[in-house]
């Protein structure tokens, strides 16, 4: 009796629960270098941790399939880890600038302003008072707009990522499917 192979999405739905709270520790420690520097380093070995973890999980689904899974079944397993995962992380962002840093966008346009308004080019001048026209007129994107583009970007970026971590894992091969018993 062989176990039954299981669900593409339903590995994607598992895997996404790893990925999500990866994923979001990701973008926190991104969003927390703005006022804590040194948090740089971390947020960064979080990102490349994110690579990793979905080569990780690729190629054990391909090796539960016996090396028998396609590509396109691995790039969808990614995208849909990377969109179960993206729901969890577009959460949690949306958690930390509603209630935990209420500020933050706020605080980012006052920094691209700064930035802005101290460069020598026209342009960057004219992009900061535009800027701030934004901010003056309350016009700032939402937490939960910002919150859904970081959803969009993880599944777009995911599925780029998925597709080529699909390719890597089946050229690198796997295990071999199992003997076929010739006792009939």
């Known amino acids: 009796m062989t176990d039954?192979?299981?669900?593409?999405?339903?590995?994607?739905?598992?895997?996404?629960?790893?990925?999500?709270p990866l994923m979001s520790l990701a973008v926190v420690l991104v969003g927390v270098t703005t006022y804590v520097p040194w948090v740089f380093f971390p947020a960064c070995a979080a990102l490349v941790a994110v690579p990793v973890a979905v080569y990780v999980m690729l190629?054990?689904?391909?090796?539960?399939?016996?090396?028998?899974?396609?590509?396109?079944?691995?790039?969808?397993?990614g995208i849909c880890a990377f969109f179960f995962g993206g729901l969890i992380m577009a959460v949690v962002a949306y958690v930390c600038m509603r209630w935990l840093r209420p500020s933050f966008v706020a605080d980012q346009f006052r920094a691209v302003i700064e930035i802005y308004s101290a460069a020598p080019q026209t342009e960057a001048r004219e992009m900061a008072e535009a800027l701030q026209k934004a901010v003056s007129a309350r016009a700032l994107p939402t937490p939960i707009e910002i919150a859904l583009e970081l959803l969009y970007a993880a599944v777009f970026t995911g599925s780029?990522?998925?597709?080529?971590?699909?390719?890597?894992?089946?050229?690198?091969?796997?295990?071999?499917?199992?003997?076929?018993?010739?006792?009939?």
Do not use: F, Q
Request: charged content about 20%; glycine content about 10%; aromatic content about 6%.
């Open 4 to 20: 039954k192979p299981r669900s593409v999405y339903l590995r994607g739905a598992e895997d996404g629960l790893v990925l999500g």
């Open 59 to 77: 190629r054990r689904s391909y090796a539960e399939d016996y090396g028998t899974s396609t590509i396109s079944a691995l790039w969808l397993h």
């Open 160 to 184: 780029l990522l998925s597709v080529v971590m699909a390719m890597v894992v089946r050229h690198r091969g796997g295990k071999t499917p199992p003997p076929i018993s010739n006792n009939m």
